[in-house]
């Protein structure tokens, strides 16, 4: 069943990158978009985007699909505003996910935004409120769940979706990875009643598990590097085919 859009996603500016989409906007745009148009956007989902999550679509039509299905698909990754600015989108920024939890979190008291953490390990989500809490007095946390490591049944699902619009969140931020969190949006699209955004380990740096890089090196985009250098192991292939396969189809062919 098609979901019915209240806001004319066409009004959105975006650079087609490899198949996708890529919102070409930057973070004082999308906060104002975002406090504009909050009531009329909740139910559909954001997709944080980066190389790794582009060069998946690029190979799998059905991602392709969701990360294009959302209301947008932000520009996470350094190399996607970049593509973008030399394609003519010369406002086309950088906006990674934690920086936008950062700015949402920010005006959350003044606004009365409510939130609801869904992924992520019992532990994180304890500590993820605790800093939260601490950091931004005020701000209303309207729940945290952290889901098994399988997949639910229907009616475990059900009573998940019940849970969340139970709470009454305006934010509802899915920490569960690429592509597992963009999957989980596009199926409960139209279920939830707040508006979902997939931050990934988002969850794990506000819940101080990882450290951000530098404001340097955020600038630069260089925190790909630095992400490597505290998970080499887990990262350093995935880093390699996706940025060779990204740097070849997306700046050098012009996908």
């Known amino acids: 069943m098609a979901y019915n859009r209240k806001v004319d996603k066409k009004l959105i500016p975006t650079c ?10 930057n973070m004082k745009w999308l906060i104002n978009y975002i406090e504009k148009n909050l009531p009329d956007i909740k139910g559909d989902y954001i997709c944080v985007s980066n190389v790794h999550t582009t060069v998946t679509s690029f190979e799998d039509a059905d991602y392709c699909a969701i990360q294009n299905g959302g209301l947008m698909a932000i520009p996470d990754g350094g190399p996607l505003s970049t593509v973008g600015q030399k ?12 920086s936008l939890m950062g700015e949402i979190f920010e005006i959350s008291a003044k606004k009365g935004y409510r939130h609801y953490f869904y992924g992520s390990k019992q ?7 605790e800093k ?3 950091s931004y007095p005020g701000i209303q946390i309207a729940g945290l769940y952290s889901p098994p490591f399988r997949p639910l049944t229907e009616e475990e699902d059900a009573e998940v979706v019940k849970m969340i619009n139970d709470a009454k969140a305006d934010f509802v931020w899915i920490g569960l990875g690429a592509p597992k969190q963009e999957s989980w949006m596009a199926t409960h699209q ?23 890089a530098p404001k340097w090196m955020q600038k630069h985009n260089l925190e790909w590097m630095y992400r490597l250098m505290q998970d080499p192991k887990r990262l350093f292939k995935r880093y390699w085919s996706t940025n060779t396969k990204f740097i070849w189809n997306a700046m050098i062919r012009g996908k």
């Open 132 to 134: 939260l809490n601490a």
């Open 190 to 212: 139209g279920k939830i009643d707040g508006l979902m955004i997939g931050v990934g380990a988002g969850f794990d740096y506000y819940a101080g598990n990882i450290e951000r």
């Open 123 to 129: 532990e994180t989500l304890d500590l993820l409120e």
């Open 16 to 25: 087609n990158i490899m198949g996708v989409n890529i919102a070409a906007i």
């Open 87 to 98: 394609r003519g989108h010369k406002n086309m920024e950088r906006t990674t996910g934690p």
